[in-house]
């Protein structure tokens, strides 16, 4: 995740990994998360499986300079 290998359990979900690594992004506002090339929306994150390979981005929008 963010170009850091992780480990997560087979199974798991954007949603697990989000929930686990960045909690703060866990209702989806303000926060982008992209697998592989492919943005995946807020809706889908718990439907979207997240494979051994697989590169996830989560962006967070911070106000503010």
């Known amino acids: ?3 850091e290998p992780l480990r997560v359990p087979a199974g798991s979900s954007v949603a ?3 929930a686990r690594f960045a909690p703060d ?3 989806g506002r303000g926060t ?3 697998l592989g090339e492919e943005v995946v929306p807020a809706g ?3 439907r979207t499986p ?3 390979g697989d590169r ?3 962006l967070q ?3 503010g300079g």
Do not use: H, I, P
């Open 61 to 63: 929008a911070v106000a």
């Open 1 to 3: 995740m963010n170009s």
């Open 44 to 46: 889908g994150w718990a």
């Open 32 to 34: 982008a998360v992209a």
């Open 50 to 52: 997240v494979a051994a």
């Open 16 to 18: 697990d990994v989000v």
């Open 25 to 27: 992004a866990v209702d």
């Open 56 to 58: 996830l981005e989560v």
